[in-house]
């Protein structure tokens, strides 16, 4: 993918055709008095004539790939910036794209668009600016990338455990943050056991839902020997979520954040193409811990289980493979 934008949106699955929904938040960005009570009747351009510190807009241009918002590439003398737009959804759902990505861009690490202005449109819905980067020819080199997340998930800590600061959600699906001491418990309860209670509510999917809830109480001992430290987690990292900029440097995209083990960002991997050097460069900055094999399915699992409740029948198998052969091990 050539001559895009990095916030353009994009799917959680496989299937680019498949839309996915900005994660919900309660973080509010500090908005300008003069929007408060009487908002302009178009308050983009209004930020960017403003704080956004250009004196001309020369050119407003569609960007393609959403399903769900309108994506514009505003041309100013100050530079360029990126544009969504929902007309539908409150601000509550960009808000939270811009809390994401602004966690990532702090820890100084792998890049990522810089979040500038949340705020509601005047006919109703919602918008966000952010920074416009330009993506090169390629998605770069994975070596660069692994050592960029690896980088990332050092730097980004957490004095208050597992989780974040607003639940968000993984493509539409509601994803749980509630925050906790306990990463087997966390990602039993608020990951794995979300999905498999959605399985059952959703299909009356009783198999699923009692084989997953057998695994969830019985998985304590893949975790045994393991120092688990919360690291700030893009959450949905796979191949539509990752580019490069012009000079190859790896960009990554719509974040489903939270503070977990770092392994658990790999989930998608069967949807990312990580190769041996992206994994290596990984292991150089995050050393690989006991038992990492052992554990790679367990967080695929969450995200087989999230295609399953959002796209149906066509990854129960996948879903129900993992629980199995992890019964089998645990003798559970």
């Given at each position: 993918?050539?001559?895009?934008?990095?916030?353009?949106?994009?799917?959680?699955?496989?299937f680019?055709?498949?839309?996915?929904?900005?994660?919900?938040?309660?973080?509010?960005?500090?908005?300008?008095?003069?929007?408060?009570?009487?908002?302009?009747?178009d308050?983009?351009?209004?930020?960017?004539?403003?704080?956004?510190?250009?004196?001309?807009?020369?050119k407003?241009?569609?960007?393609?790939?959403?399903?769900?918002?309108?994506?514009?590439?505003?041309?100013?003398?100050?530079?360029?910036?990126?544009?969504?737009?929902?007309r539908?959804?409150?601000?509550?759902?960009?808000?939270?794209?811009?809390?994401?990505?602004?966690?990532?861009?702090?820890?100084?690490?792998?890049?990522?668009?810089?979040?500038?202005?949340?705020?509601?449109?005047?006919?109703?819905?919602?918008?966000?600016?952010?920074?416009?980067?330009?993506?090169?020819?390629?998605?770069?080199?994975?070596s660069?990338?692994?050592?960029?997340?690896?980088?990332?998930?050092?730097?980004?800590?957490?004095?208050?455990?597992?989780?974040?600061?607003?639940?968000?959600?993984?493509?539409?699906?509601?994803?749980?943050?509630?925050?906790?001491?306990?990463?087997?418990?966390?990602?039993?309860?608020?990951?794995?056991?979300y999905?498999?209670?959605?399985?059952?509510?959703?299909?009356?999917?009783?198999?699923?839902?009692?084989?997953?809830?057998?695994?969830?109480?019985?998985?304590?001992?893949?975790?045994?020997?393991?120092?688990?430290?919360?690291?700030?987690?893009?959450?949905?990292?796979?191949?539509g979520?990752?580019?490069?900029d012009?000079?190859?440097?790896?960009?990554?995209?719509?974040?489903?954040?939270?503070?977990?083990?770092s392994?658990?960002?790999?989930?998608?991997?069967?949807?990312?193409?990580?190769g041996?050097?992206?994994?290596?460069?990984?292991?150089?900055?995050?050393?690989k811990?006991?038992?990492?094999?052992?554990?790679r399915?367990?967080?695929m699992?969450?995200?087989y289980?999230?295609?399953?409740?959002?796209?149906?029948?066509?990854?129960r198998?996948?879903?129900?493979?993992?629980?199995?052969?992890y019964l089998?091990?645990?003798?559970?």
């Amino acid at each position: 993918m050539t001559s895009a934008h990095v916030g353009a949106m994009s799917s959680s699955t496989c299937f680019p055709s498949l839309p996915r929904l900005l994660r919900p938040s309660f973080t509010k960005t500090k908005s300008s008095p003069k929007f408060s009570m009487s908002m302009s009747k178009d308050p983009v351009r209004e930020w960017i004539l403003s704080d956004g510190k250009a004196t001309e807009i020369t050119k407003i241009s569609p960007v393609g790939g959403g399903c769900i918002n309108l994506a514009s590439r505003y041309d100013t003398d100050a530079g360029s910036f990126f544009v969504k737009t929902n007309r539908s959804i409150g601000p509550s759902m960009f808000e939270a794209e811009a809390l994401g990505l602004g966690a990532m861009y702090e820890t100084g690490t792998i890049r990522v668009p810089k979040p500038y202005k949340v705020g509601p449109l005047p006919t109703g819905g919602s918008f966000i600016i952010m920074e416009f980067i330009q993506f090169g020819a390629s998605r770069g080199y994975q070596s660069d990338l692994g050592r960029k997340l690896a980088e990332m998930h050092k730097a980004g800590k957490s004095s208050k455990g597992f989780g974040f600061d607003v639940d968000n959600t993984i493509g539409s699906t509601p994803q749980v943050n509630t925050w906790s001491s306990d990463w087997v418990q966390f990602y039993g309860e608020h990951r794995l056991g979300y999905q498999l209670k959605l399985a059952l509510d959703q299909y009356g999917d009783r198999t699923i839902y009692d084989k997953g809830q057998r695994l969830v109480k019985s998985m304590a001992p893949l975790f045994a020997n393991v120092v688990i430290e919360p690291c700030l987690l893009h959450g949905d990292l796979w191949s539509g979520n990752i580019s490069s900029d012009k000079n190859g440097e790896p960009v990554i995209l719509d974040p489903a954040c939270y503070y977990g083990h770092s392994e658990a960002e790999f989930g998608m991997s069967w949807c990312a193409g990580f190769g041996g050097s992206f994994y290596n460069s990984y292991f150089e900055v995050m050393p690989k811990q006991p038992g990492f094999e052992e554990r790679r399915d367990l967080y695929m699992l969450y995200h087989y289980l999230n295609h399953y409740n959002l796209f149906g029948s066509g990854y129960r198998s996948s879903a129900m493979s993992i629980i199995d052969d992890y019964l089998a091990i645990l003798k559970a």
